[in-house]
């Protein structure tokens, strides 16, 4: 078994913190205590403290969801049904957390100002990728590449705007619908009429 660095449970922690509490809402002690870590290994592993450590932090979360994504889209040829699987997910992660965990992207990017430059060009990588992500795979199925892309950057904000709405309504039925709504239109504008 690989013994996990230091380094990497203050990152974990950390995501963990940005879908839970946000930037603002966690102290380093809890980080520290959460990961596990002496006090002095913060600044030895992220000299630029805790926003170094947000973007680390983001970093690692694009790359999980870029896993997921793979592993979604191979098992399922349909990107409507990965997608749908996706949200699924995310709905159930939200529903056991008692509508504590959000997305970690949009928390921290909510509280982000114009003076966090590192951070909020750590989230728009993120969250370009994601779109990218989701509109290779619709291109692939079928949708010609502007509509992909235009679907995937409305899927994205759906997902989002949907999972905000959700947390704060501790219910899941504002992304309920607007997932379905979006689902209905997406197959509709299939160019051969896709059912998913």
């Known amino acids: 078994m690989k013994k996990i660095s230091t380094r990497d449970k203050l990152i974990t922690a950390m995501a963990d913190a940005l879908q839970r509490k946000g930037l603002h809402g966690v102290g380093l002690n809890e980080l520290l205590a959460q990961a ?3 006090k002095g290994s913060l600044y030895h592993h992220f000299p630029g403290g805790k926003s170094e450590l947000a ?3 983001i970093e690692h979360i ?3 969801i ?13 990107p409507l049904k990965a997608l749908h699987h996706w949200l699924q997910g995310a709905l159930q992660q939200l529903e056991n957390s008692q509508f504590e965990r959000g997305c970690p992207l949009a928390t921290i990017a909510l509280e982000s100002g114009p003076e966090d430059v590192e951070i909020r ?28 892309d235009n679907l995937a950057a409305l899927f994205v904000a759906l997902y989002e705007g949907g999972l905000l709405q959700a947390r ?3 219910s899941s039925e504002p992304l309920k619908r607007a ?7 997406t197959r509709s504008q299939h160019p051969q009429g896709a059912s998913a």
């Open 168 to 170: 704060v309504a501790g």
């Open 121 to 148: 060009a750590a989230l728009q990588r993120s969250f370009a990728t994601v779109r990218l992500a989701l509109s290779q795979q619709l291109h692939q199925y079928g949708y010609p590449s502007e509509q992909a």
């Open 36 to 38: 596990g870590a002496p």
């Open 179 to 185: 997932a379905e709504a979006l689902f209905n239109l």
């Open 55 to 57: 973007v680390a932090a």
């Open 62 to 64: 694009s790359q999980r």
């Open 66 to 78: 870029d896993g997921l994504f793979a592993q979604l889209f191979s098992q399922q040829a349909d």
